[in-house]
């Protein structure tokens, strides 16, 4: 389990050297727990999270793919009001496929551009 923690941090570090939220095109980022999942839009720049959802804010959620989908849509529809459209996805070394990609999907369809 160590050697797993490890291994994805170290992928986060490798992503976030490539990888910066600016004020024009901030940061999409991803965590998933065992029990929620969360995303939020951050700004690296001035070191703020400017919107930020998770599965407790949704009612009857569970931690599924089609929850991640919803999330997307909210966290797009936030976004959008703050006048957001383009942002960079940092999915945090997890891998692109199941909840992480639902988030991703859910999130163009409610609008934004990565």
Do not use: Q, W
């Amino acid at each position: 389990m160590l050697k797993k923690a490890n291994s994805r941090k170290k992928r986060i570090r490798r992503t976030r050297a490539k990888i910066s939220g600016r004020a024009t095109r901030p940061r999409l980022c991803v965590f998933r727990s065992l029990r929620y999942i969360y995303a939020g839009i951050v700004d690296d720049e001035n070191g703020k999270i400017l919107a930020s959802i998770d599965s407790r804010k949704i009612k009857n959620a569970k931690n599924t793919v089609e929850t991640a989908g919803k999330i997307g849509e909210e966290i797009a529809k936030l976004s959008i009001a703050k006048k957001i459209r383009e942002v960079v996805f940092d999915k945090r070394g997890y891998k692109y496929h199941g909840k992480v990609k639902a988030i991703a999907e859910g999130a163009r369809k409610g609008g934004l551009v990565f």
